[in-house]
């Protein structure tokens, strides 16, 4: 039994690190076991794709009832009839908020691949020293200079498209076309930038097919249709996901063995050796048991789930958890911290519209504290923004009817402009969380508990996001500008990071250098988990940059047999 439950590697998590993961060892020859507690969903089998409201049993709304099941993740910003089956039930899978924590969760292989904004955006060099400048949190073990040439192979795999800007707080990738501007924010570009020069207002940087590579089509990945169903799952492979490239590139090879439905409970740790020789999981259908063994252990399941397994894989040498025997894991918890912004109404341009749903807008890079510290608040802050014109939504509740009505429908009103803004938090050893002393869910497993908050400087910074916002529409010459400051508990960014760490103490990290645990050499941890600060910047190009650098390690210590 154990022969038959035994591979070279086992990835926990299918999603952007772990599919990376499972690819990269495939393709170097390893004999790779995913593991994932969600349902199987294979590419192109995606069940409310293409399908118009009158064809849903619910026209796009969710009742009540069922929303009552998934009362977390109700409130996503994709959440509709079309793509809540890829969000957990939150009353099978609770988890427990001594501070207000927002944890939204995929219910399917390929994770939160399948359902992610796509942004994408490569970490600066500054992001990897603002530890160590201003003294908060574990100085990466690394630098950009690290990074970047994973960054080289990761997106070229992916495909971003993007513009070439040669900005230093932003650096250029490797990129396909950049999605266009549409007329307004053309002009919009002009007039922020000719009233603030230190700020840039560049198209997004997307994970969106604009010119299909021939490793994209030898995939079966076309362009993208601008169709904006993403979060439905997308046929053409257009959009990167672990689905339709990552694990297809991985199972192409023969030797990766995928497993749904299968809750990771805990790492298996040999007292003998000093390493980790498997993991423990249930099988969520059946309630068996099952445990499997490998010479190495990726953790990929996501930043709290993998702490949570973590922190349950116990033994007589770790009692408080794999690895942890300096209490660090589950340590400086973060997000994106966001709610600042502002919107307005452009004047004009009414003789023009747009075609297609366009994946991406603009965004606007950080512009605070780069050369030095020069506001009332640590570290900085991006906008994601765009221009559209009102639709007819607002006939939803609008009064009339007729030929009138109907023609007043049918014509699109004012143009309007957001931004949004998407903040770093500062790493804090007291944002942290950890495994509850007796509630378990219905397979065992104990449950994780946050105790998370957004402080002093967060607050500043969202303010600051709001008066800025309001600042530049007001120069852009916009009308009925509002600005907005909410402040959403973490979590609501949906770009939670921390809770093992990378840094090169190991009384103050989880991890080295390379993602390997300090005290289990076969142990890694690519995701979210390993990272020591969040940027502002989207992580998710960064997580899979990590991986295959990680990969690369642990195969050159595989083959000298030092693992």
């Not at 004999?31 to 118009?52: I, Q, S």
């Not at 530890?131 to 970047?148: F, S």
């Not at 103050?508 to 020591?532: I, M, P, R």
């Not at 990969?551 to 693992?563: F, G, N, P």
Request: glycine share 10%; aromatic share 12%.
């Amino acid at each position: 039994m154990k022969s038959k439950n035994t591979f070279d590697v086992i990835v926990v998590g299918s999603g952007m690190s772990g599919g990376y993961a499972a690819k990269e060892f495939c393709e170097k020859g390893y004999k790779t076991l995913v593991l994932d507690r969600g349902e199987m969903v294979k590419h192109r089998e995606y069940k409310t794709e293409g399908k118009a409201p009158w064809e849903m049993p619910f026209r796009g709304e969710v009742p009540d009832e069922i929303k009552a099941t998934q009362e977390i993740q109700k409130d996503v910003y994709i959440y509709n009839d079309f793509t809540r089956h890829h969000l957990i039930n939150d009353q099978d899978h609770p988890y427990v908020q001594k501070k207000p924590f927002i944890w939204y969760r995929s219910s399917t292989i390929g994770g939160k691949s399948l359902i992610w904004g796509r942004q994408s955006y490569r970490w600066s060099a500054l992001d990897f020293q603002s530890n160590k400048l201003d003294g908060h949190g574990i100085d990466w073990p690394v630098r950009y200079e690290d990074i970047a040439p994973w960054y080289d192979k990761v997106e070229p795999f992916v495909g971003i498209s993007g513009s070439y800007e040669n900005l230093k707080v932003l650096p250029d990738g490797k990129f396909l076309p950049a999605l266009p501007l549409n007329v307004v924010e053309r002009d919009m570009k002009k007039k922020i930038e000719t009233a603030f020069p230190d700020r840039h207002f560049i198209p997004a940087r997307v994970a969106h097919l604009t010119q299909p590579t021939e490793e994209h089509l030898a995939l079966g990945r076309a362009q993208c249709q601008a169709r904006s169903e993403c979060p439905r799952g997308c046929s053409f492979g257009a959009y990167y996901s672990s689905n339709s490239a990552a694990l297809p590139a991985a199972e192409s090879t023969g030797n990766l063995t995928l497993t749904a439905n299968a809750q990771v409970q805990s790492v298996i740790y040999d007292e003998k050796t000093g390493k980790a020789s498997g993991v423990r999981y249930v099988d969520m259908l059946t309630n068996e048991t099952v445990e499997v063994f490998a010479k190495v252990v990726f953790m990929c399941a996501s930043t709290l789930a993998s702490v949570q397994i973590l922190l349950n894989s116990t033994s007589k040498t770790f009692p408080n958890g794999i690895g942890n025997r300096h209490d660090i894991l589950g340590r400086y918890i973060m997000d994106h911290c966001g709610g600042g912004g502002a919107s307005g109404m452009v004047p004009g341009y009414l003789e023009n519209y747009y075609k297609g749903r366009r994946p991406g807008g603009v965004y606007i890079p950080r512009f605070r504290n780069i050369n030095k510290q020069e506001e009332s608040f640590k570290r900085g802050y991006g906008f994601q923004c765009g221009a559209s014109r009102a639709g007819w939504q607002w006939a939803k509740n609008g009064k009339g009817i007729g030929e009138s009505f109907k023609a007043r429908v049918r014509q699109p009103g004012n143009w309007y402009f957001t931004l949004w803004g998407f903040g770093e938090s500062l790493p804090d050893y007291d944002n942290r969380v950890y495994l509850h002393e007796s509630k378990k869910d219905k397979w065992g497993m104990p449950l994780l508990v946050t105790d998370v908050e957004i402080k002093a400087n967060e607050k500043a910074m969202i303010k600051d996001m709001s008066d800025t916002a309001v600042e530049m529409l007001t120069a852009a010459g916009l009308e009925n500008i509002k600005g907005f400051e909410g402040e959403a508990p973490p979590g609501g960014a949906i770009h939670e990071m921390g809770g093992a760490c990378m840094g090169n103490d190991v009384k103050t990290s989880y991890l080295n250098k390379w993602n390997q645990c300090h005290e289990v050499s076969n142990l890694f941890v690519t995701d979210g988990a390993a990272f020591s600060s969040v940027s502002c910047v989207n992580p998710s190009i960064t997580f899979m940059a990590f991986t295959s650098r990680a990969v690369d390690y642990a195969d050159k210590q595989l083959s000298a047999k030092t693992i």
